[in-house]
């Protein structure tokens, strides 16, 4: 079921670029406080552990419609982190 495993792979993949951007925006700005930025990185890791969840699920009755859901909703939650990641 390659459409499972991709999905996985893309939820990794965008909400780990995210949490990598919030630790260079750190890095890059020293001086500033990084409480925003871990509010970020929490709900970055919330999210993930929610969106995986759903793909785990085993009894859905529409796979299709579904995981369709779950990449509207990434890209929800995706670009809703990064205009919070783009105000730091």
Do not use: C
């Not at 529409?62 to 783009?86: G, M, P, Y």
Request: charged share 35%; net charge negative.
């Amino acid at each position: 079921m390659a459409n499972k495993r991709d999905l996985k792979k893309d939820i990794n993949y965008v909400l780990g670029d995210i949490i990598e951007e919030v630790y260079v925006w750190e890095l890059d700005n020293p001086g500033k406080d990084t409480k925003a930025g871990e509010a970020i990185i929490d709900e970055a890791i919330t999210s993930f552990d929610g969106l995986i969840a759903r793909v785990n699920e085993r009894d859905v009755e529409n796979a299709s419609q579904h995981f369709k859901a779950i990449r509207t909703d990434l890209e929800k939650t995706a670009k809703t982190l990064v205009e919070k990641v783009n105000a730091l």
